[in-house]
């Protein structure tokens, strides 16, 4: 589906992405480089509360019943809940692709090409690790990968929903790597990051829960997260490097 640029006065600076939503469909994100989300259902007798930018997060409360039609695009007026933000409002609904549209992964696709420490050979070890590396001792095998750039690679298994990006995530997180990888600007967000990836299972947050727990479990866990939580998570992995390595960028 081919999206459609356009500029719309008083409603933010974005891309158009439709048709949004089936009928069952309650969930999306923003698809456009920022959404003003508004306190009324219009542009003219209302206030921007949040400028959300592209990848948040949100529920579809309502929809506006008239039909509006700005510039050449043609929609509703959707009263959503920001999930991270919690807060509500309206948004114009060219701007929200559904979960189930391809924007999620294209999305996420373009973070793990922008990533700060990306190399070209991590896909080429995420393929090895996916051939080579069991569930069963996946806390072992994976230690003979370079242990600073663990979740990297996680990165990648998780954009695929590969089970593996789990346990690649706790060795990263093993005390006897933490000098090393506490330079990485998502490491404390990687315990977060568990806790989404498990947020049915009750761990103590420390790296001997996550290991007993994979290595007694590893046979019965599943990814089953939302797409929404999967774009927020690669959201926040980026939003950390850009405010960690922002002034490391060549000039």
């Known amino acids: ?6 500029f719309l006065v008083g409603l933010g600076v974005g ?9 069952e469909e309650t969930f999306g994100v923003i698809a456009g480089v920022y959404a003003n989300v508004r306190s009324k259902p219009n542009a003219s007798d209302s206030v921007v509360v949040h400028r959300a930018t592209q990848g948040t997060a949100l529920k579809i409360l309502e929809k506006a019943p008239e039909s509006i039609k700005i510039e050449n695009l043609e929609g509703h007026w959707a009263k959503v809940y920001l999930i991270e933000e919690k ?4 948004v114009f609904d060219q701007y929200i692709a559904a ?13 793990l090409g922008g990533l ?12 090895q690790i996916k051939k080579q590396v069991s569930l069963k001792n996946a806390l072992t095998e994976l230690r003979r990968y370079d242990t600073r750039f663990l979740n990297y690679i996680g990165y990648y298994l998780l954009s695929e929903k590969n089970l593996l990006a789990i346990p690649a995530f706790i060795v990263f997180l093993d005390p006897a790597y933490e000098n090393e990888n506490k330079k990485d600007a998502n490491y404390f967000f990687t315990w977060e990051l568990l806790q989404r990836l498990t947020p049915s299972v009750l761990i103590t947050n420390n790296f001997e829960s996550y290991k007993f727990w994979w290595e007694r479990y590893h046979d019965r ?3 089953e997260l939302p ?3 999967f774009v927020t998570i690669f959201k926040k992995i980026k939003k950390n490097e850009t405010n960690a390595y922002r002034s490391l960028a060549p000039s």
Request: proline share 6%; hydrophobic share 40%; charged share 25%.
């Open 87 to 90: 807060l509500e409002g309206w």
């Open 227 to 229: 797409a929404y939580e």
């Open 116 to 127: 700060y420490y990306y190399r070209s050979e991590l896909t080429d070890q995420v393929e």
């Open 221 to 223: 866990i599943h990814l």
């Open 1 to 6: 589906m081919k999206f459609l640029n356009t």
């Open 99 to 111: 979960e189930k549209s391809p924007f999620p992964n294209e999305y996420i696709r373009k973070i």
């Open 15 to 23: 891309i158009a992405w439709g048709p949004i939503f089936a009928a």
